[in-house]
C-alpha cells in the first residue's frame, strides 16, 4: 500500500457507508518504534485518515497507547519498566508530549480534541459513570474527538485498566458506539501464531469463547504490555453491549479507508 494520500473518502470507499460513532484503539507498536520514539510519519497518517473519516460524517473517539512508550523514550530507558512508579513517571512525561501531537495534528485539519484519562472506578462507581457518559455525549455533540488513555500516571492496582485494549472496549460502552476498531500489528485473528507457515487466518467470528481464546498467545511488543488474548477479552467485552468490533493491523493507516470499501484484510466479530 501506498503511503498517506490525499484522496477523499468518496474516491477510496466503493459502497455506501452509514454513518457511525466509532471507537477506534491504536496502539504503542503501531504509534511508535521499538525505541519508544514516535513514529512520526504513520502517526500523521493516522490523524489524517481519521480526519477524513470524520470530514465524511462519523463520530470518532480515540483509545491511544503510546504514553509510556514516549515516556520510555524520552527518558533513554530502551525497554518499559515494570516499576509502578518509574512507569508512572514515564506515563506523565510521554502523556503530554502525545497530546501535544494529537492536537497539532488533527489542528491541520481544524479538527479540535479533548484529552481524557480514566480509571477502573469510572465502570464501578455509578456518578463517575454517569459523569463520563455525559463528558463523551457533550464532547461528540461539539464536534470534539476524544482522546482517550489510562490514567497511568496516578493508577494504582486497583483503579487501573489491565490494558487499554480493555479501556476501548468500555469506553465503547460509554459512547454507545456502533463499532470498536482495534488497530494492532497482525492483520486479525489466526488459528495459532502467524509466524507458523499452516497458520490460518479467520476473517469472521461469531461469539469469543473459549475455542476463540484457545487459538491467541499471550506475549505483546517490547513497548507494549499487551497481546492478541486481551483484544479478544475487549471484543467479548463488546459483544456483551452489542457492539461490533474490528481487529486489523495498523502498519498503514490507510487500510481504514479498504475497510470501509469491503476490501481489508481484517477479523470481523459480530456484535450480539
Given amino acids: 500500500m501506498s503511503a498517506c494520500g490525499v484522496r477523499s473518502v468518496e474516491n477510496r470507499m466503493q459502497k455506501k457507508v452509514k454513518k457511525m460513532k466509532i471507537v477506534i484503539k491504536v496502539g504503542t507498536s503501531t504509534l511508535c518504534y521499538k525505541n519508544g520514539n514516535l513514529n512520526l510519519r504513520r502517526f500523521s497518517c493516522f490523524v489524517r485518515v481519521l480526519s477524513d473519516l470524520k470530514n465524511s460524517g462519523h463520530e470518532l473517539v480515540v483509545v491511544t497507547s503510546g504514553a509510556v512508550g514516549l515516556g520510555v523514550g524520552r527518558l533513554g530507558l530502551g525497554a518499559r519498566p515494570k516499576e509502578t512508579a518509574l512507569k508512572q ?4 512525561v510521554g502523556q503530554s508530549e502525545l497530546m501535544r501531537f494529537y492536537a497539532d495534528e488533527f489542528g491541520k485539519f481544524n479538527h479540535t480534541v479533548a484529552q481524557v484519562l480514566l480509571t477502573r ?5 455509578a456518578v463517575r459513570h454517569e459523569n463520563a457518559i455525559n463528558t463523551f455525549r457533550t464532547l461528540l455533540a461539539q464536534k470534539v474527538v476524544p482522546v482517550v488513555n489510562a490514567n497511568d500516571t496516578v493508577s494504582v492496582e486497583q483503579l487501573d485498566f489491565d ?13 454507545e458506539a456502533e463499532m470498536l476498531m482495534i488497530l494492532t500489528d497482525v492483520d486479525g485473528l489466526y ?12 476473517a469472521k467470528v461469531g461469539r469469543v469463547d ?11 511488543s517490547e513497548l507494549s504490555s499487551g497481546g492478541m488474548v486481551t483484544k479478544l477479552q475487549a471484543v467479548a467485552l463488546a459483544q456483551k453491549n452489542g457492539i461490533k468490533s474490528v481487529i486489523i493491523n495498523g502498519e498503514n493507516p490507510e487500510i481504514l479507508y479498504e475497510y470501509f470499501a469491503g476490501q481489508a484484510k481484517c477479523t470481523e466479530f459480530d456484535a450480539l
Fill in 89 to 92: 513517571a514515564c506515563a506523565a
Fill in 121 to 125: 472506578d469510572v465502570v464501578e462507581n
Fill in 163 to 175: 490494558e487499554n485494549d480493555t479501556l476501548s472496549a468500555v469506553v465503547a460502552t460509554l459512547c
Fill in 191 to 202: 488459528d495459532k501464531n502467524p509466524s507458523e507457515k499452516d497458520a490460518k487466518f479467520i
Fill in 210 to 220: 473459549e475455542k476463540i481464546f484457545a487459538f491467541c498467545g499471550k506475549k505483546g
